[in-house]
């Protein structure tokens, strides 16, 4: 069988060069030719036949905090890293059931530094990017954005304060955020922080910290209270989430303009 | 059959181990009695003949994400740099008292010193009587065992930097350090590279639209 041996191994070395040589230029010419009459024959085709050009994937990229070795905060038993990881799954499926295109920093218990984090989210060029993360401190869901100061669009970002241009918009993003977490009944607060992790996206971007939800009314018992490792809970808030991801979409918040 | 010699030899063996293991338990009990006569001697500690001064604290509340004015009278030293540990050693002190609206470890102790340094004017030459950047020195073991949580951490930082401020009007700018050395973050979440502007700004309700919270 000849076909798995590179054919120089097959003439002499004092022909190769030459004979190679020759082939590939007729390689090169039949390239050339089929190309010329692609040009002048396939275009008015693909102009009559072509359907219209799909409309692009609306992008979010969720980003479960921490992973690996990093854990993360401690409540119980249990690591922040396997709570961030559990909402960020059932959010990817409530978003990916909707038509959204998600990408996720990680999928298992990996460990992922903030730069590759940062990295993957700002090659996906997202319409949104939430980074969950999980606290037993306080009440409901704490949304926060970037502390820096709105900055105009450039060409090219400072890799700590590429957020800067887009701040206006992962306010609109808190918002709509704020909105659909309040109509669900979960107790929201609004802050701004300085965090490595948003700072740095190029995308409007949104940190959502849940914490266990106390009841509306204390007299009534401990029964309306939900702690962050309720799947219920969990569910409900990834529900939400999803929810003012749809109308955000909705809004045509889309592209990579600030 | 073990010779009468090993067995002597043995016992011998036993209680000398046992002797050694008593002398190296005192002996840590003396040095871990020092260490503590040494905090206790830390130069910071406000003297009590100083008389009281009010202070303005700013103190978090989880429950609410918000950050409260507390007036407090206490007695301070005059040197500024004593003054701001001393404000903040106060400030930590509630956090770590029981019943806690931000229940954060550690106590006095957390702030292992505050330094002051002048800012630069536009002309880039530092003033004596200008704005001041405050350098905050917390401890390991506080950075350590405080609450992991995006809220909680930033709450911290918010109410250090504003309760300087309130207190020391100059302090414009503060920078974190753990230990003496720059530390990525708090406890996993807020970022403790940047330089803070101090100003009286504190987080919202879920009531209107992202805003608040520190510039860094």
């Known amino acids: 069988?000849?076909?798995?041996?590179?054919?120089?191994?097959?003439?002499?070395?004092?022909?190769?060069?030459p004979l190679l040589?020759?082939?590939d230029a007729m390689r090169v010419g039949a390239g050339i030719a089929f190309l010329a009459l692609s040009a002048a024959v396939l275009p008015s085709t693909l102009d009559?036949?072509?359907?219209?050009?799909?409309?692009?994937?609306?992008?979010?990229?969720?980003?479960?905090?921490?992973?690996?070795?990093?854990?993360?905060?401690?409540f119980g038993n249990q690591p922040e890293k396997a709570y961030t990881l559990s909402l960020s799954v059932r959010l990817r499926s409530l978003l990916t059931a909707r038509g959204f295109g998600v990408v996720t920093t990680r999928e298992s218990d990996a460990t992922v530094n903030a730069d590759r984090r940062i990295e993957i989210?700002?090659?996906?060029?997202?319409?949104?990017?939430?980074?969950?993360?999980?606290?037993?401190?306080?009440?409901?869901?704490?949304?926060?954005?970037?502390?820096?100061?709105?900055?105009?669009?450039?060409?090219?970002?400072?890799?700590?304060?590429?957020?800067?241009?887009?701040?206006?918009?992962?306010?609109?993003?808190?918002?709509?955020?704020?909105?659909?977490?309040?109509?669900?009944g979960i107790t929201v607060t609004l802050g701004r922080t300085a965090l490595p992790m948003i700072d740095s996206l190029m995308c409007p971007a949104v940190a959502v910290e849940v914490a266990p939800e106390q009841p509306a009314n204390p007299d009534e018992g401990a029964q309306d209270a939900a702690g962050i490792d309720d799947p219920s809970y969990q569910a409900h808030v990834a529900e939400a989430l999803a929810a003012a991801l749809v109308e955000w979409r909705a809004d045509g918040m889309g592209g990579r303009r600030p | 059959?073990?010779?009468?010699?090993?067995?002597?030899?043995?016992?011998?063996?036993?209680?000398?181990?046992?002797?050694?293991?008593?002398?190296?338990?005192?002996?840590?009990?003396h040095a871990h009695k020092r260490l503590l006569r040494g905090q206790d001697s830390a130069p910071t500690q406000a003297p009590t003949v100083t008389p009281a001064e009010q202070a303005t604290l700013l103190i978090a509340n989880d429950a609410d994400d918000s950050l409260s004015t507390q007036i407090l009278s206490l007695p301070l030293p005059q040197n500024p740099e004593a003054r701001a540990r001393a404000l903040l050693g106060k400030l930590f002190d509630l956090y770590a008292a029981s019943g806690s609206t931000h229940p954060v470890p550690g106590g006095a102790a957390s702030v292992a010193q505050v330094f002051l340094v002048p800012l630069p004017d536009a002309g880039g030459?530092?003033?004596t009587g200008g704005a001041e950047l405050a350098v905050v020195n917390f401890t390991g073991a506080f950075a350590s065992s405080h609450p992991s949580g995006i809220e909680t951490e930033s709450l911290t930082i918010l109410s250090v930097c504003d309760t300087l401020n309130a207190n020391l009007p100059r302090v414009t700018q503060v920078r974190f350090l753990v230990d003496g050395q720059p530390r990525a973050t708090l406890a996993g979440h807020s970022d403790l590279t940047r330089t803070y502007q101090a100003s009286n700004t504190v987080l919202e309700s879920g009531d209107g639209g992202a805003a608040g919270g520190k510039r860094p």
């Open chain 1, 1 to 17: 069988m000849l076909s798995g041996i590179p054919i120089s191994r097959l003439i002499p070395p004092a022909y190769t060069y």
């Open chain 1, 121 to 184: 989210a700002n090659r996906a060029n997202a319409q949104a990017c939430i980074s969950v993360h999980a606290a037993e401190s306080g009440t409901g869901v704490h949304l926060f954005v970037s502390s820096l100061p709105p900055a105009e669009a450039a060409r090219f970002h400072p890799w700590q304060t590429a957020q800067s241009a887009f701040v206006m918009r992962s306010n609109a993003l808190a918002g709509e955020l704020n909105a659909a977490l309040k109509n669900s």
């Open chain 1, 21 to 23: 040589r020759s082939m």
């Open chain 1, 48 to 74: 009559a036949q072509a359907p219209p050009a799909p409309a692009a994937r609306f992008l979010v990229v969720i980003d479960a905090a921490h992973g690996g070795e990093d854990l993360g905060g401690r």
């Open chain 2, 125 to 127: 030459k530092k003033i």
């Open chain 2, 1 to 29: 059959m073990i010779p009468r010699y090993q067995t002597i030899l043995f016992i011998l063996l036993l209680a000398a181990s046992a002797v050694m293991g008593v002398v190296l338990w005192q002996l840590r009990e």
